[in-house]
């Protein structure tokens, strides 16, 4: 069965260095999503992507965040100058369907991001 | 904006017995979707069951049924004849039905342990 996927599994970095979070969503969907969840809190939405560009983003997607789709496969998070509070497990979804009855989201097993 | 609320940190309950996980959201919209996704240790979340919120009927997936209550704004998931396999994080999740926002809006979680 297809699946999303995600790499790295876990990624280390210092305060203040870019990051890139890959993934690559199932080959036929048309919608893409990052989620995160800070230990022992919620998932919360960052960003969800369709037809090239951003159809939505939450207060926590700010400057810093940007999402790039540079190819047909993969969709990329990335986030320029890392802070502490980073420090999170992040999630991309994808979702298929031109309508909203098509309204499953398959979530990839995430990414750890450790900001040092 | 809506929130979802699990108030259960930690459920548990023998195997083959019957569980109840509870969910609340707050909306002021009337056309929405509320979800029920379940993590295993270590692997991606995967959508349990869905319910639309104009549909009065509650949701059913084999040993999974919901327990919608618009008014009251709570959504429960039942879990009947427990499995060892059930075992995971169980996250309840909302989205408003109209067009652009699909983002969903999760809740804490709630941890299943099942006792053999």
């Known amino acids: 069965e297809p699946e999303v996927t995600q790499t790295p599994s876990h990624q280390v970095t210092q305060m203040g260095q870019e990051v890139i979070l890959r993934c690559v969503p199932i080959s036929n969907h048309l919608y893409f999503y990052w989620y995160r969840q800070i230990l022992g809190q919620k998932v919360e939405f960052l960003v969800s992507?369709?037809?090239?560009?951003?159809?939505?983003k939450s207060e926590i997607f700010d400057d810093q965040f940007s999402v790039e789709r540079p190819d047909g496969s993969n969709f990329t998070l990335k986030i320029r100058s890392t802070k502490l509070e980073d420090s999170a497990m992040y999630f991309c979804a994808s979702r298929a369907g031109t309508d909203f009855s098509s309204y499953e989201q398959y979530f990839g097993p995430g990414t750890r991001l450790t900001v040092t | 904006a809506q929130t979802v609320t699990q108030s259960q940190p930690e459920m548990s309950v023998q195997e083959a017995e019957t569980v109840t996980l509870s969910c609340t959201y707050d909306t002021s919209e009337s056309d929405y979707y509320l979800f029920w996704y379940k993590q295993p240790p270590s692997r991606q979340m995967i959508l349990v069951i869905r319910q639309e919120a104009y549909k009065q009927q509650n949701a059913t997936e084999n040993r999974f049924s919901v327990n919608f209550q618009k008014a009251a704004k709570s959504f429960s998931l039942k879990i009947s004849d427990s499995q060892l396999g059930d075992a995971a994080m169980y996250f309840c999740a909302y989205r408003w039905a109209g067009g652009g926002a699909d983002g969903l809006t999760f809740g804490k979680g709630t941890h299943l342990i099942i006792q053999p």
């Open positions: 992507f369709y037809n090239n560009e951003i159809s939505e």
